[in-house]
């Protein structure tokens, strides 16, 4: 993706001598966009400063150029930092012909300082451009909103990006620019739909109440602007929200008016252009009230934020490392401290010994599964990117406080399927090496994995664990302890009826009630659902993607552990993991499904 346009002399002159103000006479302008409403593809120059973050040539988050050399995106973009790191302007698609694009490397990126992972806070995020620009009638930075800037409930506003047209589900190839017209969505409203407290001053929100329009996975750090006489105005940054468009539950945003400060203290020469947006009339979402929810504030307080740069990201080189020849099979999927067979949220210690986080500078991001002393088993949409610093927790009761059983160890290699498709998730399966071998004790066990043959027929009972979130954009409290979730497997015919036929491969299994309210969340991908066989348990599925957070009809789509023996044995050559064949009694009731378009059940299940 790495297109570069050749500037002439002249117009090179002409830009280095009136940078300043030739940006502030084009920030905000699209000479291609008069429309006030329209589809869901964006014709191109319709949105000149949106960004697509890529890393190995995948896109992974959007952003906004805001002068010639910066953009601003999400900071949890960047949980971990890509080793590289790559933004293209200018793209009508992210395949195909781009002939107005341009695309360059990424020398700083600057988290804002008060940027809170668990709650969305401060959610904001600058990255410098290896060189300047080029303004052209497709790539034109956007204004941003300036402090004291009024978005009242209703206000038209504007979000785009490349990412998933529904949760879980992307668009084809080549994954065309989309837009969507949303209101603005009042932050008393907000509160009140997310739980009062939960929005802050430093947040905006837009939506539809019936929900349907809204940013989804893929969009994070994409633009959400207005239009006030003829420039269009940054309001917000898409920062989180319930899965994708739900009712009730609009899309949130970074405020981007609350960082003036902060964003001119990074970008000392050339600022970005600020603008105070004002809304007319009288804010209806002052007449909102819910429980908890106190009067409506006369003024919003200021934010005043400090600066901060992060150090310059280095390419490590992993040592190599050490084999072990513990027997795993031997002591796989037993857990002395865990006899039970229903439960509660709260993981008691040692229930799931297996369980891993994956952690980046000190921060949870996804789960994992101990498989023998030295491998653990993730999802591989885990590592859109390798971050520079990665380690492996296992023993934890929870991510933060005392963990007297708890054990750390750093990544020497990560491998991905090399069939995993970022679409449509297929393959979603990764490996991990730590960097010397772990002690199993009755906290440290390694998971049996299902073997070849192996039969989940719908119903059977499965438990998922985390330490993601416990309803969508919702994380629990500090310090955030083990969670555990009973659910029961759902059959691939169920599964494709509900998410559309084509959607379910047989890579993938399913588990969760059809009345939802039970399942994964943010920050579980990744981990273990495991089902009990005997006095053993055995890992089934790998959390991969779902439809939100426990919606109904909906359920989590898992990895199918079982159709990977053989890539797992060819990575594992010695004390390779106990593969267990997991068999269901009686018939499957899913051979019974059937909805349009979905063949008639085969007779056995493909090896």
Request: net charge neutral; aromatic share 8%.
């Amino acid at each position: 993706m790495a297109l570069y346009k050749v500037i002439g002399a002249v117009a090179l002159l002409t830009l280095l001598t009136h940078e300043s103000h030739s940006q502030l006479d084009v920030c905000g302008k699209t000479r291609l966009n008069t429309r006030i409403v329209g589809g869901q593809n964006a014709p191109p120059g319709n949105w000149p400063w949106q960004a697509s973050l890529q890393t190995s040539g995948s896109h992974f988050c959007g952003g906004s150029l805001i002068n010639s050399q910066w953009v601003v995106t999400a900071a949890n973009c960047f949980l971990s930092i890509p080793a590289s790191l790559t933004v293209s302007l200018g793209l009508q698609s992210l395949q195909g012909p781009n002939p107005n694009g341009v695309s360059r490397t990424v020398t700083k990126i600057i988290v804002n300082p008060n940027f809170d992972y668990m709650i969305g806070d401060n959610d904001i995020c600058l990255l410098q451009l290896s060189s300047p620009v080029t303004f052209t009638d497709f790539i034109v930075p956007i204004y941003l909103a300036a402090p004291g800037s009024t978005f009242f409930s209703g206000v038209s506003s504007w979000v785009t990006g490349f990412g998933a047209i529904a949760s879980g589900v992307y668009p084809p190839l080549p994954v065309n620019l989309m837009e969507v017209n949303v209101p603005i969505v009042g932050n008393r409203q907000c509160n009140c739909d997310y739980g009062v407290g939960r929005i802050t001053n430093n947040m905006i929100c837009a939506g539809l109440s019936a929900g349907g329009k809204g940013p989804c996975q893929g969009d994070s750090g994409s633009p959400l602007v207005s239009k006030q006489g003829s420039r269009w105005i940054l309001g917000g940054i898409v920062s989180f929200g319930n899965g994708c468009a739900e009712p009730n539950t609009p899309g949130v945003y970074t405020r981007v008016s609350q960082y003036q400060s902060w964003i001119n203290s990074q970008i000392t020469s050339s600022q970005p252009g600020f603008v105070t947006f004002t809304s007319t009339g009288t804010d209806s979402d002052l007449r909102i009230s819910c429980a908890g929810l106190p009067p409506p504030p006369t003024t919003l307080p200021p934010t005043t934020l400090p600066p901060t740069t992060l150090p310059p990201t280095t390419t490590t080189t992993l040592p190599p490392t050490t084999t072990t020849t513990l027997p795993t099979t031997t002591v796989c999927g037993i857990t002395r401290l865990n006899t039970r067979i229903v439960g509660g949220q709260n993981a008691p210690p040692g229930n799931w010994p297996w369980q891993a986080s994956l952690q980046t500078s000190g921060g949870h991001f996804c789960g994992g599964s101990l498989i023998n002393s030295e491998w653990v088993l993730t999802a591989a949409h885990c590592f859109p990117s390798i971050p520079a610093s990665l380690t492996v927790s296992l023993g934890l009761q929870s991510l933060q406080g005392p963990n007297p059983n708890g054990v750390s160890r750093t990544v020497t290699k990560v491998i991905v399927n090399p069939n995993y498709n970022a679409i449509s998730y297929d393959n979603d399966i990764c490996l991990l090496q730590l960097s010397s071998p772990v002690t199993f004790t009755d906290f440290l066990v390694p998971i049996c994995l299902a073997a070849p043959g192996s039969t989940f027929f719908s119903g059977v009972s499965s438990w998922v664990t985390g330490f993601g979130a416990i309803a969508s954009g919702v994380y629990p409290p500090l310090p955030v302890n083990l969670m555990e979730v009973n659910v029961p497997i759902m059959g691939n015919r169920q599964c494709n009826c509900d998410y559309g036929v084509g959607s379910i491969t047989n890579n993938m299994i399913c588990a969760g009630l059809s009345a939802g309210g039970k399942d994964t969340c943010q920050g579980d991908s990744g981990g273990p659902l495991v089902s009990k066989q005997g006095s053993r348990w055995i890992l089934g599925g790998i959390v991969s993607f779902g439809n939100g957070c426990a919606q109904p009809n909906t359920p989590g789509v898992y990895t199918r552990v079982s159709q990977y023996q053989s890539w797992i044995n060819s990575q594992i050559t010695s004390s390779q993991p106990g593969f267990v064949t997991f068999t269901s009694t009686g018939t499957d009731s899913d051979l019974s499904i059937s909805c349009a378009g979905l063949p008639p059940p085969p007779t056995t299940l493909p090896p």
